[in-house]
């Protein structure tokens, strides 16, 4: 891929791999990205999430289809749906983009969460992801990220609320706002509890804006550390700085949909690039993973970007895909049903139509398998008997189908 100049990049760049074409932010321009700044050295009280960064490998990850080693069966359907967690108990929460929560018990039945907040529901925007918070055992809590209208436009929101036992979200309250309102797609919005469960991250899109993963003052493209009240967690890499630099844990993110924990405290990301140029991630504080600048893919225009060797300041990915797999949702599995697969991760590809398995052994990832299943992949979660479940995705109003594969 030939290197071009960053600011006819930033002009021509695309959209995500599954979104509408490149909308321009709130002023209709684009400005070049400024010259990412040193990695800031973590204070002595830093969490220790990650912060060994031994060099490995990095390679392109596409795989050709082989034979799926399970089947599936249709348990449900939703409008539009998200993301899903499981609830203690064996319930399952499933978050649909205009803006509802469903709640599958364990029958089978379904039923509609009362107290779910207005959503700026169009394009990639609307209710995304949910999440189970560690004591909510004793606290009932839940969190939610979604596109909160806004008088400017939407700006991605999380919100904290309590499930009853009516089924309502009661006390539902915004936490953290990202700020940047406007228009433009890519919200990420995965949230993902620290391994203590004593802080969340949250992963924030850069909304087709380019510049602003690259901005140190906008939560756009980034990946934040906060604490469970949606401040800045301790110990972050610009702690002291405040504002958004003190509750950014990375930077230069284009559109990430993917975080999990590894039981070595490695926090691993996914995220989709332009046209190629998906991305695994191995997440490093105060670390920057290049986008606008750098992208193992191309622009939608056509227009090259520089690859990520050309760049060495800037973290590459340990796996990317060109062409796209149009990554959605991640897990890390640990289950009994597939011995085989404990302790790796299972990647849902929408454009891809498929589930990819990543094999890791400490900081090094080797593609395993891609599994074709027919349909656009939206997220995966392990069940408590180790089954998989798997969402369809269901834009433009059809699909939207829950399974659950078990072993042939």
């Keep these: 891929m030939r290197v071009a100049p960053l ?5 021509l760049a695309g959209t995500a791999c599954s979104a509408a ?24 009280n830093a969490p220790d999430y990650g912060v060994t960064n031994v060099p490995a490998t990095t390679g392109k990850a596409n795989l050709p289809d082989s034979a799926p080693p399970f089947v599936s069966a249709q348990i449900g359907q939703f409008d539009q749906p998200f993301a899903m967690a499981f609830l203690p108990d064996g319930q399952l929460l499933v978050t649909e983009k205009p803006g509802h929560i469903k709640l599958r018990a364990t029958d089978g039945s379904v039923r509609d969460i009362a107290g779910v907040p207005a959503v700026a529901f169009k394009g990639q925007g609307g209710l995304l992801d949910i999440a189970i918070a560690p004591d909510y055992a004793s606290s009932r809590t839940i969190y939610l990220s979604y596109s909160e209208p806004r008088p400017g436009g939407s700006s991605l929101a999380l919100a904290r609320a309590k499930l009853d036992a009516a089924g309502k979200l009661d006390g539902l309250a915004v936490i953290w706002r990202a700020g940047s309102d406007g228009i433009g797609g890519q919200f990420g919005a995965n949230i993902l509890f620290a391994p203590d469960g004593k802080s969340l991250f949250l992963s924030s899109g850069e909304r087709q804006r380019f510049a602003p993963a690259q901005d140190p003052d ?3 493209g980034k990946i934040l550390h906060l604490t469970l009240d949606g401040k800045p967690a301790l110990g972050n890499p610009m702690a002291d700085a405040g504002g958004v630099k003190a509750a950014t844990w990375s930077t230069g993110h284009r559109n990430p949909y993917g975080m999990v924990f590894t039981p070595d405290g490695r926090l691993w990301e996914e995220e989709m690039g332009p046209r190629g140029g998906d ?15 750098v992208s193992n893919g191309d622009n939608y225009s056509g227009v090259p970007i520089p690859d990520h060797p050309s760049r060495p300041d800037l973290e590459a990915p340990k796996l990317w895909w060109n062409p796209s797999i149009s990554p959605g949702g991640m897990m890390l599995y640990s289950g009994a049903m597939f011995p085989a697969w404990r302790g790796s991760l299972l990647i849902a590809a929408l454009s891809g139509e498929a589930i990819v398995r990543v094999a890791l052994d400490g900081d090094k990832a080797t593609p395993a398998a891609q599994w074709p299943v027919g349909m656009r992949v939206r997220d995966l979660v392990q069940a408590p008997d180790g089954a998989v479940w798997l969402l369809e995705d269901g834009e433009g109003g059809t699909g939207g189908r829950l399974f659950r594969l078990t072993p042939k």
């Excluded at 321009?24 to 400005?31: P, S």
């Excluded at 700044?37 to 002595?44: F, M």
């Excluded at 490093?284 to 986008?291: A, C, R, S």
């Design 7 to 11: 600011t006819v990049a930033l002009l």
């Design 21 to 44: 074409p490149q909308q321009t932010g709130q002023a209709g321009t684009q400005t070049p990205a400024p010259a990412p700044n040193p990695a800031q050295k973590l204070p002595r």
């Design 218 to 220: 906008q939560a756009l």
């Design 279 to 293: 991305e695994l991630n191995l997440i490093l504080p105060g670390k920057n993973y290049g986008w606008p600048i």
